[in-house]
C-alpha cells in the first residue's frame, strides 16, 4: 500500500505586484496530518503565499499542488470540487454580521451540498458544539465577543469536515487567555478530525505551541522550515530578530527609490 503524497507542495513559487517581486522561489511541502505554522515579520510575504495556497492568484513562475491537484490548470467545477476539501478562518473571523451565528456556519453547506435543512441544521449545531459554542447558534456576530467570533469562524471553516484548514491570524486581537485557548482547540482539531492544518501568525507563543513545522518567511524567501526546536536554535541573524523582537536596520537607497518612483510613474 502506497503512502499518501502530500496535501500542499509548492516547488519554484514567484509572485509579483506590478515590478515588485513579492515571492522568490519558494519552496513549501506540508504532509498530511501535520500543523504547518507559517511565520514571519510585516511585509514577509506570509498573506501572498496563503492566497496562492488558496488559488486566489495564480503563480507567475513555479507550481502549486493541493490535495495532489495543480491548482493552476484546474477545470471551474474541479476548483469548486478541491475548495470542498478546504476549509478557511479568516483574520477577522469574515462572519456575515446579518446572518445568525447558526446561519453563518450552516452557509458552506448550503451553497456545496444539496442536504434538507434539518441535516444542514443538525451538522452545524454539532460544529458549533465542538467549538464551544454550542447553544449560541441564534444570537448575532455583533453579540460575540472577539474570541467567540474566531470560534465561530472556526465552526463554519470546519463544518464540511475538509482534510485541509488554513488559519489566518488565529491569535490576532485576542487576550493570552482566549489566545492559549484556541490554540488548544487547533491540537484537539487536527487530532479528532485528522484534518492538516496551515496557520499563518506572527504570535511567537502561539505558533511555538501548536507547530509541528514552522516555516519562517523573509522578504519574500524562505529562511528556514524545521521544527519548534530547530527555528529556536537557528543561527540565523533575521531569524533571531523576529524571535528576540529586535528591529530590523534600515537603509534607504535615495537612488534606487527614486528610480523606482521614476520607473512606476512611466
Not at 42 to 58: A, I, N, Q, V
Not at 96 to 105: K, L, P
Not at 202 to 226: P, Y
Amino acid at each position: 500500500m502506497s503512502m499518501p503524497g502530500p496535501v500542499i507542495e509548492v516547488r519554484g513559487l514567484d509572485a509579483w505586484f506590478g515590478r515588485r517581486k513579492i515571492l522568490h522561489g519558494v519552496d513549501f511541502v506540508v504532509q498530511p496530518g501535520e500543523i504547518r505554522v507559517i511565520m514571519g515579520g510585516s511585509g514577509s510575504g506570509k498573506s501572498t503565499l496563503l492566497r496562492h495556497l488558496l488559488g486566489l492568484l495564480r503563480p507567475a513562475a513555479g507550481t502549486v499542488r493541493i490535495l495532489g491537484r495543480d491548482i493552476a490548470h484546474l477545470a471551474p467545477h474541479e476548483t469548486l470540487a478541491l475548495r470542498r476539501q478546504m476549509g478557511v478562518s479568516f483574520q477577522g473571523g469574515a462572519l456575515f454580521t446579518s446572518m445568525t451565528v447558526g446561519e453563518n456556519v450552516a452557509l458552506p453547506l448550503r451553497e456545496h451540498f444539496d442536504l434538507d435543512e434539518n441535516t444542514v441544521r443538525i451538522m452545524s449545531r454539532l460544529k458549533l458544539e465542538v467549538v464551544n459554542l454550542g447553544g449560541f447558534q441564534d444570537l448575532m456576530p455583533s453579540q460575540l465577543s472577539g474570541g467567540m467570533v474566531k470560534r465561530a469562524a472556526l465552526a463554519r471553516a470546519i463544518v464540511t469536515d475538509p482534510k485541509l484548514l488554513f488559519f489566518d491570524e488565529p491569535s490576532a486581537g485576542l487576550d493570552p487567555v482566549v489566545s492559549a485557548e484556541l490554540d488548544e482547540l487547533i491540537l484537539q482539531l487536527r487530532d479528532a478530525m485528522r484534518m492538516s492544518i496551515v496557520v499563518v501568525t506572527h504570535e511567537l507563543e502561539s505558533a511555538f505551541k501548536i507547530a509541528d513545522t514552522i516555516t519562517v518567511l523573509d522578504q519574500g524567501r524562505v529562511l528556514l522550515t524545521g521544527t519548534v526546536d530547530e527555528v529556536r536554535a537557528s543561527s540565523n541573524e533575521r531569524i533571531q530578530d523576529l524571535l528576540n523582537r529586535r528591529p530590523r536596520e534600515v537603509e534607504v537607497d535615495v537612488d534606487e527609490y527614486l528610480r523606482r518612483l521614476t520607473e512606476e510613474a512611466l
